[in-house]
């Protein structure tokens, strides 16, 4: 049992002293917030401030990273430092001023999250099947690379090694970009009617789930790499642009060509384990609005040995039924429709494209 200090008690720090806590580690957590340490230490089942840690993992906001790992790196002379901050080059450039503690210190960033924050939005699986970036430099000692894998294949995350400079690059794209397009579009908003947003389906929710992130933890973030942020929100306005002009000049071949690019673009999206995306059928199933309805559904599926991919629902205030699409391979979605429909269920036929 290795002894880790966990230093921040919010969602992803939580999650990860829940998770090696459950693959056998000894946890102790730390949080400068009274009530979220507490609750954390709850989570875990911390007794007593522990033994001098073995590994310390800083899941800190990104401007409090140096400095943590600076004063815990000569306060704990043989502890490994881990971190998980969702920017990397200038963390790195502050602490290889103490070469000694950059031979410690294995920078990281899982690519796991939720838009709700706090320990106790916290889960011991959240890690699990997900990319867990790490940058180490050539300051970085073997140890430390070792420790770092050793945590990652613990929580159950898929290791992926890049520079610094490239992480925070792509991070800019993938994960920087997309909150600002769900915060923006969440601000729109704000022009629309009570009533109006009471019909809002599910694309809408889909969309802009991400704004309903920690708008401190973001703003930080977005700051912090403003200049390859600010390169997508370029480009961004510039498509704004054309597909606007089209629109105002009724130019309906040109609308038809942006809104065909995006879709050959989200292909490029991979799908489970950074495989080629699954092209799958989509099977809509109407149901009444009572209890035991989807494990009614599951019920029918396991029946037919089907494996289903995915599942959406669809349900407003006051309605009397719902929708239920399920997602799975072709010849799974036909079997699964003969089934439900000899069942006498409310089953559309299958479908390529869930629209």
Avoid at 153 to 158: A, F, Q
Avoid at 322 to 332: H, N, P, Q, R
């Amino acid at each position: 049992m290795k002894n880790v200090k966990v230093i921040g008690a919010g969602l992803i720090g939580t999650s990860i002293a829940l998770g090696l806590k459950a693959a056998g580690y000894h946890i102790t957590i730390e949080d400068e917030y009274p009530e979220a340490e507490a609750i954390a230490q709850n989570l875990v089942g911390q007794v007593g401030a522990g033994e001098i840690p073995e590994i310390v993992i800083i899941a800190t906001p990104i401007s409090t990273i140096p400095g943590l790992i600076i004063t815990l790196g000569k306060l704990y002379h043989d502890s490994i430092f881990i971190d998980i901050g969702g920017l990397k080059s200038e963390v790195i450039a502050d602490v290889a001023v103490f070469p000694e503690i950059m031979n410690r210190f294995c920078p990281t960033h899982p690519m796991a999250g939720r838009e709700i924050a706090g320990a106790l939005a916290a889960r011991a699986d959240l890690f699990q099947g997900r990319i867990w970036i790490y940058t180490p430099t050539e300051m970085t000692g073997e140890c430390a690379i070792h420790t770092a894998l050793e945590i990652i294949d613990s929580l159950g995350g898929v290791p992926v090694v890049l520079t610094a400079e490239e992480h925070d690059e792509a991070i800019a794209g993938i994960s920087h970009f997309p909150q600002i397009i769900s915060s923006l579009l969440s601000v729109s908003l704000e022009n629309i009617s009570e009533e109006y947003l009471s019909l809002a389906g599910q694309g809408l929710k889909d969309v802009s789930r991400l704004a309903g992130s920690d708008p401190d933890l973001w703003s930080e973030l977005l700051h912090a790499n403003r200049h390859a942020v600010s390169e997508y929100l370029a480009a961004f306005a510039d498509s704004l642009n054309d597909l606007s002009t089209s629109l105002l000049n009724d130019d309906l071949r040109k609308t038809h060509e942006i809104l065909e690019r995006g879709r050959e673009n989200h292909r490029r999206i991979p799908g489970k384990h950074r495989g080629k995306p699954r092209e799958y059928w989509y099977l809509p199933i109407v149901i009444d609005d009572k209890p035991g309805q989807l494990a009614r559904i599951f019920e029918v599926c396991a029946s037919v040995s089907v494996n289903v991919e995915d599942l959406s629902i669809e349900h407003s205030p006051g309605q009397q039924t719902g929708l239920v699409t399920l997602a799975m391979s072709e010849s799974d979605s036909r079997a699964l429709y003969e089934k439900f429909d000899e069942e006498g269920w409310k089953v559309h036929l299958p479908r390529e494209s869930i629209g």
